[in-house]
Each structure stands twice: as C-alpha cells, then as structure tokens.
C-alpha cells in the first residue's frame, strides 16, 4: 500500500490525474476502470486539461466504470452514463466503442452482468482501477454486508447510501432503491487500484481501510491485500491515521 498525502482537494485531483496520465502515457492501450460521484471530479477536470495541453492522449484507452443505478436511462442527468459524458468522455478523444458503463436498465440482470465481466475479461483486464469510497466503507456499491460478491451484481443499496446520494436528487424518494456494480473480484483483479478521498467525512472510513481488520463490514478494507494500492488523501481524509 502506498499512501499520498496532499493537503486540499485540488491537490488531490491533480495528483490522481498525474497517476492515470501517466498510466496512458506509457501503455496507450491502458485499460482503467472509473468511478463517479463528487470526488474524481476534480481529476477529469485537470485530465481534460492536460488533454488540451496535449499531454494526454486518450484515443486509444479504453474503461469500465464502476457501476450505475438501476431504473435511469442514459440521459437521466443523474445517471452515471450522463456524469460521465458531462464531466470526462465528451471532452477528449475516446472512442465511443471504447466506453463500457453497466446499463441502468435492463431485463435479463444475470446476463448483462456476466456480460460485463467477461468483456472487462477479453479487453485483458483493467490496467488502473479508480476509486471514490462511501462514508460506510464501500467501494463502487459493494454495501457492507455478511457476504460480498465477487463479480458484477445487481445490488440494494443501504439507508445510509441513499441517503448519502440524496443529495444529488431533488428528494430522498428519487434516488433509485438499486445498483449494478462490479463486484469485489472485479475490482481486486486490476493491477493498480488508485483510491482517492477528501474531507473529513471520509475519515474514518479510510482508518477502517488502511488500519482496521480485513471485514465484509468494509468492503475496502480489502484493498490492504491488493499488491498494488495507491491511496490519494487530503489532509482531512487521513486525520485519523
Ligand atoms: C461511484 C461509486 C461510489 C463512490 C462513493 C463516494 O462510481 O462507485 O462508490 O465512489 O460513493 O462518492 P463521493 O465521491 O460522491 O463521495
């Protein structure tokens, strides 16, 4: 594990996108896994930026994002496909055909979910995995639970989390009851996993995470067995450390 301290959000987000432009840089067929909510925006930012200052090329990469809620379609602007084009794929070259995000709606769960693992699989795995981490200790939608899954799944998401995201809906009642994510085995297959957290409400989710007992309780403590964990917090986020 190999723990970055920043001091403030920006400097966070400039590091991580200075860790997957690097990744770019010398693989340009990288294969990265990315994640939504308010933490990578601040590094999709500074990678549009430094795909204008031509330090970045992203026309050969391709992703798989972490997850989606069940029910919105892709223009539902709370939808992770919309955040993804708004804040990342509409403002570089990436070709469309190499973009793979879970769908939000769909029949045949099983299917579609073994559908994305094996084609995470043909595209030779994921090169560099990003993180964000819920207050629970989550990672994508893997919930706290007895049990985790291993690949991607649809899953409930908790009281906690829906209330976490509410923020982001008009009301409560609007935040989707279900997800689609990768699972643990998704995730802990990737050769580099890059987590990235600020703020104080993440806190002690990242001592669970670096410090506490290996728990399904916390789905990120995991990564402490990840041979490869690269962690990105602001001071706030690694008070508790
Ligand atoms: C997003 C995801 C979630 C978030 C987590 C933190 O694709 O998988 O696990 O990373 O909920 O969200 P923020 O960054 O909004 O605090």
């Not at 920006?10 to 896994?33: C, D, F, P």
């Not at 330090?55 to 919105?72: C, P, R, V």
Request: with cysteine; net charge negative.
């Amino acid at each position: 594990m190999r723990i970055h301290q920043v001091n403030d959000y920006r400097e966070m987000s400039q590091k991580a996108a200075s860790i997957v432009s690097s990744q770019v840089i010398l693989k340009k067929t990288s294969v990265l896994g990315l994640a939504t909510g308010s933490t990578p925006e601040g590094m999709y930012h500074r990678l549009i930026e430094m795909y204008h200052e031509g330090i970045a090329d992203f026309s050969q990469i391709t992703t798989f994002n972490l997850d989606e809620y069940l029910g919105l379609s892709p223009q539902h602007p709370q939808s992770y496909h919309y955040y993804m084009n708004q804040h990342f794929f509409e403002h570089i070259d990436i070709p469309a055909t190499n973009i793979n995000i879970p769908p939000g709606k769909i029949e045949n769960s099983e299917n579609v979910c073994r559908e994305y693992d094996k084609r995470i699989a043909a595209s030779g795995g994921i090169d560099l995995q990003v993180l964000g981490i819920g207050v629970n200790g989550h990672i994508g939608f893997n919930e706290p639970d007895q049990y985790l899954n291993v690949g991607t799944h649809v899953v409930d998401l908790t009281e906690e989390t829906i209330e976490t995201n509410s923020r982001f809906f008009t009301s409560r009642e609007e935040v989707p009851r279900q997800a689609i994510t990768k699972g643990m085995g998704s995730i802990m297959q990737a050769r580099r996993v890059l987590l990235l957290a600020s703020g104080k409400s993440k806190a002690q989710a990242i001592r669970d995470t670096v410090n506490g007992k290996v728990t399904t309780r916390v789905p990120a403590s995991f990564l402490q067995l990840h041979p490869q964990f690269i962690l990105v917090l602001d001071k706030e986020a690694a008070s508790l450390l």
